[in-house]
């Protein structure tokens, strides 16, 4: 497992703070360009202004929108209703005139155009239990406190109310779990009444971390290799994938006019993506360093990728971003001036994709809160599969709720010059490799790596390969990864060059002005080959950079 890893590590490692300077100048940073197309933030910067409440800021968000902003510049009228919408569900009759939403058995969106019709706004729909006796009966076998295996899980994740009512658990039934999470929330007013807020508790090699972002509470129970601050990270993520079902808006709203309120009616059918997001951060490193992984391809490649999107992107009002993603990956994002993604936003993007399945079947209309870019409103996406043999999917984003035909039209037209330019081929091509060897560094005591440009906000890492192919081994990594990155960034001594030993790898890790750098070696490597072999690392990254990572920040 991989807490007993990270255990064994603990008891052999020898780490120490390197004095000596590097051969690579401190300003040097592989992967950054003049222009990011990404906000980069102090990774702790979440950590730090976790605690408060959306009561605070509500005011001032909604006069500080930046869609409201946007829906400004482009000549509209904005009713404050349109930026509180109380109802997260959608009428799936079928009606001359509009377009039919239908709800599959893997509970995701389906779209079908009826002929001369306008587009309407598809929304989530609660999705609904076929029969009483299906759900009494998916409760009755539900995990709880009482059952073992449910004991047994590494992590758990718990939201609920500040009125402690059960939003959502990742295992077992939140009306089992009642009385759980009734004693979080009385931890949390006690601390509160005396005028503090809860971080965290820490019992054997368990950690208990809280998130209190009122209305709501969100608790981490875990005995894995990540740290309270990272888990804190984790924490913000939910929350922020709460905010982009509902907005910050709607929720302040919910909640100031039923402090009881049953949240789970809101969030009926988002639990898979709850789900998805929680699971996905116990071995994606996006989450741990806040950045974005780019999919290696040719600057060639991504430049007429771009440059097909701008071309007819460009040409419809009110588009702000356009992404393309395949298999968590970022193949090109183009942008509105003046405005950028911050990765955590783009992390929910991807989530959303990678959560449900019925984006492949047809071309899809749904509204998306981006938490960071803007909480108290939606964006409306147009989301769509390049081809059937590609998996890269396409979402373009706009503020204007009745461009869905205009957005196809140039989804089309996209389609078709990126197959012209034959760029679906090269995105298949580098997906099918799962991107590059760690042998095509050229360094043989090197077994893997994450690098990652601070001001791009963006990184890299090679497949895993031998020794790191199964899934216990492939957890063990990232747990190291988890340790490393927490010494690092220490609050009481935070280091530049960390180096331990364990017991079946050597591990580096290196920070400077502009990137970070982890690396996993061979067990009977020496410090001084390691720092070495990181030097010729970072100058290998740099002369790829152009394939690993995107270079600019093209705009419509």
């Known amino acids: 497992m991989a807490t007993a890893s990270c255990k064994s590590l603990e008891d052999s490692e020898t780490a120490r703070e390197s004095e000596e300077e590097t051969e690579i100048p401190k300003d040097f940073e592989p992967g950054a360009s003049s222009e990011s197309i990404l906000i980069s933030i102090d990774l702790y910067e979440e950590v730090e202004n976790s605690p408060g409440s959306v009561y605070e ?30 109802s997260k569900s ?15 058995h893997d509970e995701s969106i389906r779209i079908k155009n009826s002929p001369n019709v306008e587009p309407i706004r598809i929304e989530m729909e609660s999705i609904q239990m076929s029969s009483d006796e299906e759900k009494h009966e998916i409760i009755e076998t539900a995990e709880d406190i009482h059952n073992p295996e449910w004991k047994q899980h590494s992590k758990h994740i718990f939201i609920l109310s500040e009125a402690g009512k059960p ?79 509902l907005t910050s808006t709607q929720l302040c709203s919910i909640f100031e006019q039923r402090r009881n309120y049953d949240l789970r009616r809101l969030l009926g059918g988002a639990e898979k993506f709850l789900d998805n997001l929680v699971d996905t951060m116990d071995s994606d490193p996006s989450f741990l360093l806040v950045a974005v992984r ?30 393309l993603v395949a298999k968590n990956q970022l193949v090109t994002i183009v942008r509105m001036k003046k405005y950028s993604l911050h990765p955590s936003d783009l992390h929910l993007v991807m989530n959303l994709v990678n959560s449900s399945d019925s984006f492949k079947a047809a071309e899809s209309w749904t509204p998306i809160c981006l938490p960071k870019f803007d909480s108290s409103g939606f964006l409306h996406a147009h989301v769509s599969y390049l081809d059937d043999n590609c998996p890269a999917c396409l979402l373009l984003l706009t503020v204007d709720k009745n461009l ?47 690098y990652k ?75 001084f080959t390691a720092v070495n072999t990181m030097n010729k690392l970072v100058r290998w990254i740099k002369k790829e950079e152009d394939r690993l990572f995107i270079m600019n920040a093209p705009t419509i």
């Not at 009306?175 to 009385?186: E, F, S, W």
């Not at 089309?412 to 760690?438: M, T």
């Open 404 to 450: 869905f035909f205009t957005l196809q039209e140039c989804r089309r037209k996209i389609v078709e010059r990126l197959h012209r330019y034959n760029c679906l081929e090269a995105i298949n091509a580098s997906l099918e490799s799962e991107g590059y060897s760690v042998s095509e560094v050229g360094l043989p005591d090197l077994r893997h790596f994450i």
């Open 90 to 104: 959608f009428d799936d009759k079928s009606q001359d005139g509009q377009l039919k939403a239908e709800i599959g």
């Open 167 to 245: 939003i959502y658990s990742r295992f077992g039934s939140e009306d089992k779990l009642v009385t759980l999470m009734g004693v979080m929330q009385a931890l949390v007013s006690i601390v509160q009444d005396n005028g503090d807020v809860i971080r965290s508790i820490h019992a054997g090699d368990h950690k208990f971390v809280f998130l209190v972002r009122l209305p709501l509470i969100l608790v981490a129970v875990a005995n894995t290799n990540a740290s309270a601050p990272q888990l804190v990270v984790q924490l913000n993520c939910v929350y922020n994938l709460i905010l982009s079902v």
């Open 57 to 86: 800021d509500v005011s001032y968000r909604r006069r500080k929108s930046t869609i409201c902003e946007l829906e400004r510049s482009a000549g509209k009228r904005v009713l404050a209703e349109e930026q509180v919408e109380t």
């Open 294 to 323: 780019c999919l290696p391809l040719t600057s060639a490649i991504r430049d007429t990728i771009s440059q097909s999107i701008v071309q007819y992107c460009s040409k419809v009002k009110n588009v702000v971003f356009a992404i």
């Open 453 to 527: 440009s601070k001001s791009a906000a963006q990184f890299t890492e090679p497949r895993l390969e031998a020794p790191y192919v199964s899934n216990e081994d492939q957890s063990n990594l990232f747990g190291l990864y988890q340790y490393l990155h927490h010494r690092m960034y220490n609050s009481a001594r935070p280091l530049k060059i960390l180096f331990y030993v364990g017991q079946k790898e050597i591990m580096l890790s290196w920070h400077m002005a502009g990137f970070e750098l982890y690396a996993a070696f061979e067990p009977m490597v020496t410090k």
